[in-house]
C-alpha cells in the first residue's frame, strides 16, 4: 500500500558509474545495519459452499478480511446474499512487524449484532513460500475464541532445592514470569493482560496468578512462584541433588495469558507448555517462546464443512544491503532506456524471464521514475507495442510490459491528481441514496424513449439526485483538469500520441485514443468504480454504491473514448444504458474531450515535428503593458487581440493581422496573479518568460481566471518553469513585494501552478534494486535459458531447440542481448557474496528461543 511523501533529500538523482563505485571490504556489511523488509501481494479471488443458514434464508452478506495474527490489515468489499461469493480485490501493502500466522477470514455481514466468522485460512510464515504466486483453494477452517492467539512471553525457569528444619530435602521450581510481548488488540484496544502459571502433572494442578497490567500488549510482568516438585526426603548428597527421573517426566509448566474482561467474562489469548524436564542438563533455563492454542482450540471438522477459499499469494523478504552494494546493477538498470534494442536491456531482460511481469513491473517503475528515466523507457517498449498492432482500434489495450508500467506509473504519481479530481463528487455520491440515482436513471430513460420529459424528470436534474448529474459533474470536472495531471503523466502521453499518429498516419483519431485509452479507460474509469482502491474512500462501498459507481464509471470510460464518441459508438451492453448515453452524443462533449487530451499531451515543451499543427487553445482583446525594450519607449497600457496556441503566445493590434510580439510557449517560466497595488489596476496577472515579464489585465476577473488557468495548463510541463515569483512589479529601482532592489532577485513568493503537477513519491532505490537483486535470483534459470537461445540464434542464425525452451522471449539483436545478460549474471554474483554472509549471521546470532527467535511452544 504506497503514499505520496517528499522524496528523501539525500539521495543522489544519478546512479554513481560502475566502475567508480567503491566496493566494501569483505566483512564490512556485519558492523553495518541491514534492514529486513517484508512485503505481502496477491488476491483475494472467491469463495465456494460456505455454510448456508438453517432458516428458509440461506444466503449470506460476506466479506473477508487479512490479519497479520489477529490483527486485521485488509478488509474487501461486502458481497450480499451469496454462498460462492466473488471477491476479486488485490491487495499490496508493506509488514511492519513480525507475524506468525498470515489469516484470512471469511465474515457473514450483520447489521444489529457482530460479525459472524465463518472460517479461516491460517498459514504459518514459514509456509508461505510454498504458495507463493499461485492461485490456491483453501478450505476454511473452525474459528474459536480458543485458537486465536498472538504474542510471545519470556520466562525463566529454576530448579532450587530446600533443607528444612529437621534435615529433610525439598526440591522446589523457581517458575520466573518476565514478560510479554505483542499480545492482540481486543475490540480495537490493548487489553489489560494477566496470566495464571500452573504446575501440572499426575494428580496435581497447582496454580498462582499474577497482577493485572493495564492498557498494554507488551506487560511486564517481572513475577516469581515458587512450587514443590518432589516430596520432602532425607538429605543424602548435597553437591549430587537430582530431580527424580519419574517425578520430572511427568510435569510441565503451563502459562495462560488472558484479557480481564471486569464485568464480562474474560478473553484467552494464548498459552505455552514448557516440560519441566528442559532442567535436567542445566539447574536454569531461560527463553522466549510462542503463545500456541488452547487445548480445544483445534476442533477436527470434515475438509469440505465451511467452505473453500481460492486465494493469490505472494510474500517477499528483502535484506537490504548499504547503498553501495546496488551501484553497479542500479547503473545497469538506468542504463536501459539508452539500450538499442530496447528488448536487449536489463529492465527488458527482467521482465522476460519473471513468472509474473507484474512482479518485475513495481519496482523497475520506481526506480526509473526516481531517476527521471521512466519516460524514455516507458516510450522504447511502447514502441515496441506498436510494431505488433496492426488495429489502430486496438491500440494500447493489451496487457504488456508498456501498459503495465503505464499502469503503475499512473496509480504512483497520479495519486493527489485523483485526489483534487475526483474526490469531492465521489464523496457526495456516497452521501445520495443508491437507489434514487439508478431510478431516476430508469425514469430519465423511459421518459427519453418516449421522448415525453415531465416536470417530475426536469425537477430530478434540477435537484442533481440523478445518474447525468453526477455523470455531467465528474466529466465537466475531469475535462477542466489538466492543469493538476503530473508532469510525467503528460510526457508519457505526448510521446504516445507522436508515435500512435506515425504508426497510423491515415487514422485522424489515433492520437487521441493512444492517450485516452489510459487516462481514461485505466485511470478515472479504474478509480471511479474502485475509490478504496486509490484511498479515495476510506472504507469499500456498500453495494449499491459499487453498482452506482459501476454506471458513472461505465460512461465516463465511454464518453472519454475519443472513438466510441466520434463514431457514435458505445460499449454498453444493457439496453438502458445505450439509451441513457445517447443522451451525451452531442458535439460539446467531443470537443471537450478534444480539448482535454490536446492539453494533457501538447507539444508545447517538445520541438515539433512538423507533421501536426498547433492546437488553438483561446484569444481575446486584452491590456498589456508596454515592455519598454527601448529608452524611449513609453510603458503605458494598450489594447491588444491574444492569440494562445499550443506552440506561442502572440498579440496583434487587430485580429487577423500580424503578430507584434511572440513568446513561446516552452519560453514560459510562471504565469501568476499581480497584485492590484502595482497599477491600481484589477484583473491583472503576467507571463513571466524568459525575457521582462508580461503584465496583463483582462477585462474582468472571470475572463482573468481563464487565460491564468489556460496559459498554466500549456506551460506545466516546461521543464525551466520557476518556483517563486514575485507577485508585484519592479519599479523606480526595487520590487514593491519585497523591497529587493536587484531586478534579477529570487522570488519572494512560491508559484503556485506547478504545485499539484509535481508531487514527489518516497522510493526507497535500495529496496527497489534489491527487490530487483531477488527477482534476478529467483529467475536464474531462464536467465540462463535466454543465454542459450542468444548463442542458438547467433550460431545458426536461427532457433535449432524446442521452440519451447525460448519461444515466449523478445531476442531481436542476440549479440547485445547476450553481452546484458552476461553483465546480469557477473552483478548478480557479486551481490550474492555479501548477502550469503548475512544470512549466515543471521542464523547464528538469533539464538533459538531468543526474543527475534522465540520457541515454539507444545501445541496442544
Known amino acids: 500500500m504506497a503514499a505520496a511523501a517528499p ?158 528444619e529437621n534435615g529433610t530435602v525439598c526440591q522446589q521450581l523457581v517458575v520466573h514470569i518476565k514478560a510479554c510481548h505483542g499480545l492482540p488488540l481486543i475490540n480495537g484496544q490493548s487489553c489489560d493482560p494477566y496470566a495464571t502459571v500452573s504446575l501440572v502433572g499426575p494428580s496435581r494442578n497447582d496454580q498462582k496468578k499474577t497482577k493485572v497490567k493495564k492498557k498494554t500488549s507488551n506487560p511486564q510482568f517481572n513475577e516469581i512462584f515458587y512450587f514443590e516438585v518432589t516430596r520432602s526426603s532425607s538429605y543424602t548428597r548435597k553437591s549430587q541433588f537430582q530431580v527424580e527421573e519419574e517425578d520430572i517426566e511427568k510435569l510441565e509448566i503451563r502459562i495462560d495469558l488472558w484479557n480481564n474482561g471486569n464485568l464480562v467474562q474474560d478473553v484467552f489469548l494464548g498459552e505455552i507448555k514448557v516440560p519441566v524436564n528442559v532442567l535436567r542438563t542445566d539447574s536454569s533455563h531461560q527463553a522466549w517462546y510462542l503463545l500456541q492454542p488452547r487445548d480445544n482450540g483445534n476442533k477436527s471438522s470434515k475438509t469440505d464443512d465451511l467452505g473453500s477459499l481460492r486465494l493469490n499469494i505472494c510474500y517477499t ?59 524514455p523507457f516507458a516510450t522504447a517498449v511502447a514502441e515496441l507495442d506498436l510494431k505488433d498492432t496492426q488495429d489502430a482500434n486496438t491500440i494500447f489495450r493489451g496487457n504488456s510490459l508498456a501498459t503495465r508500467c503505464l499502469d503503475e506509473m499512473m496509480k504512483i504519481v497520479g495519486g493527489h491528481y485523483l485526489k483534487v479530481t475526483l474526490k469531492p463528487i465521489l464523496d457526495e455520491v456516497q452521501n445520495i441514496s443508491p437507489t ?44 477542466k483538469s489538466s492543469m493538476s495531471c503530473p508532469t510525467v503523466m503528460c510526457d508519457i502521453f505526448y510521446s504516445l500520441r507522436q508515435m500512435a499518429t506515425q504508426r497510423f498516419p491515415n487514422d485522424p483519431h489515433v492520437q487521441y485514443s493512444a492517450v485516452s485509452s489510459f487516462v481514461f479507460l485505466r485511470f478515472f474509469a479504474v478509480a471511479v468504480v474502485s475509490p478504496h482502491t486509490f484511498h479515495l474512500r476510506p472504507h469499500h ?34 439496453t438502458f444504458m445505450c439509451e441513457f448515453f445517447k443522451m451525451f452524443q452531442e458535439e460539446g462533449y467531443i470537443m471537450a474531450v478534444k480539448k482535454f487530451l490536446d492539453e494533457i499531451s501538447s507539444t508545447e515543451t517538445k520541438e515539433s515535428s512538423g507533421t501536426s499543427e498547433p492546437v488553438h487553445l483561446k484569444e481575446g482583446e486584452m491590456y498589456k503593458r508596454a515592455q519598454g525594450r527601448t529608452r524611449i519607449g513609453k510603458k503605458n497600457f494598450k ?41 491600481n489596476k484589477k484583473n491583472m496577472f503576467q507571463v513571466i518568460h524568459t525575457e521582462k515579464p508580461l503584465y496583463v489585465q483582462a477585462n474582468n476577473c472571470v475572463e482573468a481566471n481563464e487565460w491564468i488557468d489556460v496559459l498554466c495548463r500549456v506551460s506545466r510541463c516546461n521543464q525551466n518553469r520557476l518556483s517563486f515569483y514575485h507577485p508585484s512589479v519592479y519599479l523606480n529601482g526595487n520590487w514593491l513585494c519585497c523591497q529587493e532592489t536587484s531586478e534579477n532577485t529570487l522570488g519572494c513568493k512560491p508559484c503556485t501552478a506547478g504545485v499539484p503537477a509535481d508531487i514527489q513519491i518516497d522510493i526507497d532505490e535500495d529496496r527497489e534494486t534489491e527487490r530487483i537483486y531477488s527477482l534476478f535470483t529467483l529467475s536464474l534459470l531462464k536467465l540462463q535459458k535466454m543465454e542459450e537461445a542468444c548463442g542458438t540464434i547467433a550460431v545458426y542464425q536461427g532457433p535449432q531447440k524446442e521452440p519451447d525452451d525460448y519461444s515466449n522471449f523478445v531476442i531481436e539483436d542476440s549479440v547485445t542481448t547476450f553481452k546484458t545478460i552476461q553483465q546480469i549474471k557477473s552483478i548478480i554474483e557479486k551481490l550474492d557474496e555479501p548477502h550469503e554472509k548475512y544470512r549466515k549471521k543471521r542464523s547464528s546470532s538469533a539464538k533459538y528461543g531468543s526474543k527475534e527467535n522465540p520457541i515454539v511452544g507444545k501445541a496442544s
Open 639 to 679: 489594447k491588444r487581440w491574444f492569440c494562445l496556441t499550443s506552440r506561442e503566445l502572440t498579440y496583434h493590434k487587430q485580429p487577423g493581422k500580424d503578430a507584434i510580439y511572440t513568446i513561446p510557449v516552452k519560453n514560459i517560466l510562471a504565469v501568476e496573479k499581480l497584485e492590484e497595488s502595482s497599477f
Open 7 to 164: 522524496a528523501a533529500a539525500a539521495a543522489s538523482s544519478e546512479a554513481p558509474a560502475a566502475s567508480a563505485t567503491a566496493e566494501p571490504e569483505a566483512g564490512d556489511e556485519d558492523s553495518r545495519d541491514v534492514r529486513v523488509l517484508q512485503s505481502l501481494r496477491g488476491k483475494i479471488c472467491e469463495a465456494k459452499n460456505l455454510l448456508p443458514y438453517l432458516g428458509p434464508h440461506k444466503m449470506r452478506d460476506c466479506f473477508c478480511t487479512i490479519n497479520l495474527d489477529q490483527e486485521e490489515v485488509y478488509r474487501t468489499q461486502v458481497v450480499e446474499k451469496s454462498l460462492s461469493p466473488f471477491f476479486s480485490e488485490e491487495f499490496y501493502f508493506e509488514i511492519p512487524r513480525t507475524f506468525q500466522y498470515l489469516s484470512f477470514y471469511v465474515y457473514d455481514k450483520n447489521v444489529l449484532q457482530r460479525d459472524l466468522r465463518i472460517g479461516k485460512v491460517a498459514i504459518k510464515k514459514e509456509d508461505l513460500c510454498h504458495h507463493s504466486g499461485k492461485e490456491t483453494w483453501f478450505s476454511l477452517q473452525p474459528v474459536d475464541s480458543n485458537s486465536e492467539v498472538q504474542g510471545k512471553v519470556h520466562l525463566e525457569l529454576k530448579l532450587n532445592e530446600l533443607i528444612t
Open 541 to 574: 462501498p456498500d453495494a449499491q454504491t459499487i453498482r452506482t459507481l459501476t454506471l458513472i464509471s461505465k460512461t465516463i470510460q465511454t464518453l472519454g473514448s475519443w472513438g466510441s464518441l466520434s463514431k457514435s459508438k458505445s460499449s454498453f451492453k444493457e
Open 317 to 375: 523478504e528483502d535484506y537490504v544491503l548499504p547503498s553501495e552494494y546496488y551501484g553497479p546493477l542500479k547503473t545497469l538498470l538506468l542504463k536501459s532506456p539508452d539500450v538499442q534494442p530496447i528488448s536487449a536491456s536489463a529492465a527488458y531482460i527482467l521482465s522476460e524471464i519473471c513468472r509474473d511481469k507484474n512482479d518485475a513491473v513495481l519496482p523497475l517503475v520506481r526506480l526509473l521514475l526516481h531517476h527521471d528515466k521512466l519516460v
Open 436 to 479: 434514487v440515482i439508478v431510478c431516476d436513471l430508469m425514469i430519465v430513460t423511459e421518459h427519453f424513449r418516449s421522448k415525453l420529459f415531465t416536470f417530475l424528470s426536469m425537477d430530478f436534474y434540477s435537484k442533481g439526485t440523478n445518474l447525468r448529474y453526477y455523470v455531467d459533474k465528474l466529466f465537466s470536472t475531469i475535462v
